[in-house]
C-alpha cells in the first residue's frame, strides 16, 4: 500500500516556538487515521502544512504523492478540508456557499450537497450567518466531503455536534473508507473517534508520543470491573485478586449477603476471570474499555522519558501520576 | 468550473455594500453640482471668497470655484468624490487579503483548488471593478447634470477626470492589498492606504501654500492625479502613468508576497 500522507522529520517553527518537532508519520492509503492531542499539540499545524497553508521549516511532507506547494491547486483538489475554526459568515446561503466551494474544488455530484445536508440534518436554504455553530460545523463537514476528495483532512470534526450527528459523521467516516477515501482526522478526546480511527497518533507539545492501531491500545485497555460474591468470600477472593499483577485499585464493600468488589483491570481479561471462576460469583460488570485512559498512561510514560530525559524509566505509580496531571490541567 | 469563481463571489457578497456606496456617490452629486449657478457663478460668492484668508481658499481648492470645471473639481473629484471613494477603496483594499485572512476565511478558500495569485488577482480585479463602477456612475451622471447646472465640461476632459479619480483611489485600494499580502494583518493594511491617502492629501495642500514648497506635490498621488486641471486641461499622462504604474507594481508585489509566505489565522 502507498502512504496518502507522509512526513519526515517534519518541523515547523513560529518564531523560537517549535510547533511541530521533528515529526515522522505515514498514513496509509485507504484507513481512518487520527491525531490525538491536548490544544496546543500541534494538529492544526500538521493538518495547514498538509494544505500549504503553512510552509515548513524543516522537513518534508508528501500528500498523495506530492509536496503540497509543488502539488498546487491540483493536488488540493483531491483534499477535502475542515479547518478547526470554521469561522463562516455572510448572508449567503449555506446552497449557495457551497456551489462556490465545488467551483473551485473538484467537481461535486448534483445532488451531493443535498444528500450529505439531509444526512447530517442541516438547512442549506438559511443564510451562513445564522447558523449555529454545530450547523456551521455540520456545512464545513458537507464541503469537505462534497467531492468525494480522496483525502479528507478534519481538524476537530466532531466539536460542536450533537451525540446523534455525530454517530452519523462516524458512519459518513466508515463509508468514505469502505469507499477507499483516506480520513486524516484530529480530535482532543480519543473516546469521539477510537470506533471510527484505525491508527491513532498521540502528539504533545510537536512531537509524536506514540503511533498505535486501536486493536494494540484495545489491548493495553483499562477496564473498570464489578464483582458480588456471597458474604464471606472475601479473604479468599481478595487474595486470588492481590496475585494478579494486572489488578489495581482493589477495594471491597458490604451489601447484605454479599461482598461487592471493584478493581481496575488493565491488558488481558483473561487470568481474571479465571481467577474468580472459583468463586461463588453473584453479579459481575465489566465497563467498555476506555482507550483514553490507556492512551494517558502511555503519555504518560512517554512523555516523563521525554520531558525527563535524565531520569530513569518510570515506575507505573509514576505514569499513572502523569496521566492525571495531564488530564486535570 | 467556470471562470473567475472568486472574481464573482467578491462581487455578489458585495453587491448591497455597493449599493449603498453607488447612492452615496450619487447624493453627493445631485447635492452639489446643480448649486453651481447660486454659487460659483454668483457675484456675492465671489466677493465671500476675497475676503476668505488666501491659504484656506487654496488648501480646500475653492480658488477655481467660479468655473464649471472648477467647481466640479473642488467640490466632487477634489474633496467629496474623493472622500468617498477612498474609503471605499481603503475598506475594500484591506478586506480582500488582510481581512479574509484574519477573520480566517482565507484559509478555508485556499484549502480548495485555487492558487494564491489567483486569490490576488482575481480580488484586486474585484475591488478595480467595483472602483471603476462608482467612477463611470459618477461620469455619467456629471454628464446629465453639466448642461442643466451649467457647468460647461468639455467630455474628453471629464474622461480625464475620471480617469484621474480612478486611478488615484485604485493606488491606494492597492496599497491596501499589497500591505495585506505582505503582512497579514488588517491594522496594517488599513493604516497604510489611509496614510497613504491623507499624507498625499495633506503634501498637496501645504505644496499648494508656496512656491517654495511645490516640490512636496512631486510626492503626492493627490497631486499626481489633479496638479494639472484635468478636467480644464485634460489628460495628464504622465501622472496618470505613475498612478497606475505604481497600482501595477503594488500588484506584483502583492502576487509575490502572499505566494511566499504562511497563512496566518
Redesign the interface.
Known amino acids: 500500500m502507498t502512504a496518502a500522507v507522509e512526513t519526515a522529520a517534519l518541523t515547523k517553527r513560529f518564531g523560537a516556538r517549535p510547533a511541530l518537532d521533528a515529526v515522522d508519520l505515514q498514513v496509509e492509503e485507504g484507513t481512518v487515521f487520527g491525531v490525538i492531542g491536548p490544544n496546543g499539540a500541534g494538529k492544526t499545524t500538521l493538518m495547514?502544512l498538509m494544505?500549504?497553508?503553512?510552509?515548513p521549516t524543516s522537513g518534508s511532507v508528501r500528500v498523495l504523492g506530492e509536496d503540497p506547494r509543488a502539488g498546487?491547486?491540483?493536488l488540493?483538489?483531491r483534499?477535502g478540508?475542515l479547518?478547526g475554526?470554521?469561522?463562516?459568515?455572510?448572508?449567503?446561503t449555506g446552497r449557495e456557499l457551497l456551489r462556490?466551494?465545488a467551483?473551485?474544488?473538484?467537481?461535486a455530484e448534483r445532488g451531493a450537497a443535498d444528500a450529505i445536508a439531509d444526512r447530517l440534518g442541516l438547512d442549506l436554504g438559511r443564510q451562513v450567518r445564522t447558523l449555529s455553530k454545530g450547523n456551521k460545523q455540520k456545512l464545513g463537514l458537507v464541503q469537505a466531503f462534497l467531492h468525494r476528495p480522496r483525502l479528507l483532512v478534519l481538524d476537530e470534526p466532531t466539536s460542536g455536534l450533537d451525540p446523534l450527528v455525530q454517530q452519523e459523521f462516524l458512519a459518513m467516516l466508515r463509508e468514505a473508507r469502505q469507499g477507499g477515501q483516506t480520513v486524516f482526522l484530529s480530535s482532543h478526546v480519543l473516546s469521539e473517534i477510537q470506533q471510527a480511527a484505525d491508527r491513532v497518533a498521540i502528539l504533545r507539545a510537536g512531537r509524536v508520543v506514540v503511533v498505535s492501531d486501536v486493536e494494540s491500545l484495545r489491548q493495553t485497555a483499562v477496564r473498570r470491573i464489578r464483582l458480588d460474591v456471597a458474604a464471606g468470600a472475601e479473604p479468599e477472593l481478595r487474595a486470588a485478586l492481590d496475585a494478579l499483577p494486572n489488578v489495581t485499585g482493589l477495594s471491597f464493600g458490604a451489601e447484605d449477603h454479599r461482598v461487592r468488589a471493584a478493581a481496575t483491570v488493565e491488558g488481558a481479561i483473561d487470568p481474571f476471570v479465571k481467577a474468580i471462576a472459583r468463586f461463588p460469583v453473584q453479579d459481575l460488570t465489566v465497563e467498555e474499555p476506555d482507550l483514553e485512559e490507556s492512551v494517558l498512561r502511555l503519555y504518560g510514560e512517554r512523555m516523563g522519558d521525554v520531558e525527563h530525559p535524565a531520569h530513569p524509566p518510570r515506575s507505573r505509580h509514576g505514569a499513572h501520576r502523569g496521566a492525571r496531571e495531564r488530564s486535570t490541567r | 468550473?467556470?471562470a473567475v469563481?472568486?472574481l464573482r463571489?467578491s462581487l455578489?457578497?458585495g453587491w448591497?455594500a455597493l449599493l449603498g456606496w453607488s447612492l452615496g456617490v450619487a447624493a453627493a452629486l445631485l447635492l452639489y453640482l446643480p448649486l453651481f449657478p447660486a454659487i460659483g457663478g454668483n457675484a456675492d460668492m465671489r466677493e465671500l471668497l476675497d475676503t476668505l484668508p488666501p491659504e484656506l481658499v487654496r488648501t480646500i481648492g475653492y480658488d477655481q470655484i467660479t468655473t464649471g470645471a472648477g467647481y466640479t473639481q473642488s467640490t466632487f473629484f477634489g474633496l467629496m468624490g474623493f472622500l468617498l471613494l477612498t474609503i471605499a477603496a481603503v475598506s475594500w483594499g484591506t478586506a480582500a487579503v488582510a481581512g479574509d485572512e484574519e477573520?480566517?476565511?482565507l484559509?478555508?478558500?485556499?484549502?480548495?483548488?485555487?492558487?494564491r495569485r489567483?486569490v490576488v488577482l482575481e480580488r484586486s480585479a474585484a475591488v478595480a471593478a467595483r472602483l471603476a463602477w462608482l467612477c463611470l456612475l459618477s461620469g455619467v451622471l456629471i454628464l446629465l447634470l453639466n448642461g442643466p447646472a451649467g457647468l460647461d465640461l468639455r467630455e474628453g476632459n471629464l474622461a480625464a477626470g475620471i480617469a484621474a479619480l480612478l486611478g488615484v483611489t485604485l493606488l491606494t485600494a492597492m496599497v491596501a492589498i499589497a500591505v495585506g499580502a505582505l503582512t497579514g494583518r488588517r491594522a496594517f493594511a488599513l493604516g497604510a492606504a489611509a496614510g497613504v491617502a491623507v499624507l498625499g492629501y495633506a503634501l498637496n495642500a501645504i505644496g499648494n501654500q508656496t512656491e517654495d514648497l511645490a516640490w512636496l506635490k512631486d510626492w503626492s498621488p493627490y497631486a499626481w492625479a489633479f496638479r494639472e486641471a484635468p478636467l480644464v486641461n485634460g489628460a495628464d499622462w504622465g501622472g496618470l502613468a505613475l498612478l497606475y504604474g505604481l497600482s501595477a507594481a503594488l500588484l506584483v508585489v502583492a502576487l509575490v508576497a502572499l505566494d511566499r509566505r504562511?497563512?496566518t489565522?
Open positions: 495547514r494544505l500549504d497553508i503553512l510552509r498546487g491547486p491540483a488540493r483538489r483534499i478540508f479547518p475554526e470554521l469561522r463562516l459568515e455572510g448572508r449567503i462556490h466551494f467551483e473551485i474544488s473538484g467537481p | 468550473m467556470t469563481p472568486l463571489r455578489a457578497s448591497r477573520n480566517g476565511a484559509e478555508l478558500t485556499l484549502a480548495h483548488g485555487v492558487s489567483q504562511d497563512i489565522g
